[in-house]
């Protein structure tokens, strides 16, 4: 590749598309959002609100992959538990929360 200036041409082309791309709004919104953060946003966990139904399905799958876990004793399901029951226990712990909130 040469460090030289563009042909009249491309440089009109290259141009035209800089302006269109200028004007797209939607890209500009998805670059100005899309940059990667240094700390991930915990502000979004801290407002977390489960619904009673979603911390009895977590917890009835925790429990089904419990069991199964115990009596096959399969690596699979082993890390499957492994998974859903932290997410469970802070359901639970955030549904107690807005419970006891005034």
Do not use: K
Not at 34 to 40: M, N, Q, Y
Request: hydrophobic share 45%.
């Amino acid at each position: 590749m040469t460090t030289g200036r563009l042909p009249d041409h491309e440089q009109r082309l290259l141009n035209e598309m800089e302006r269109a791309l200028r004007r797209d709004r939607r890209l500009d919104r998805r670059m100005r959002t899309g940059r990667l953060r240094r700390r991930p946003d915990l502000s979004r966990v801290a407002h977390y609100r489960p619904h009673v139904l979603t911390v009895g399905l977590l917890l009835a799958v925790a429990s089904t992959l419990m069991v199964t876990g115990i009596v096959t004793s399969r690596p699979a399901v082993i890390w499957a538990f492994a998974a859903v029951w932290p997410l469970a226990l802070f359901a639970v712990f955030r549904l107690l929360c807005r419970w006891s909130e005034p």
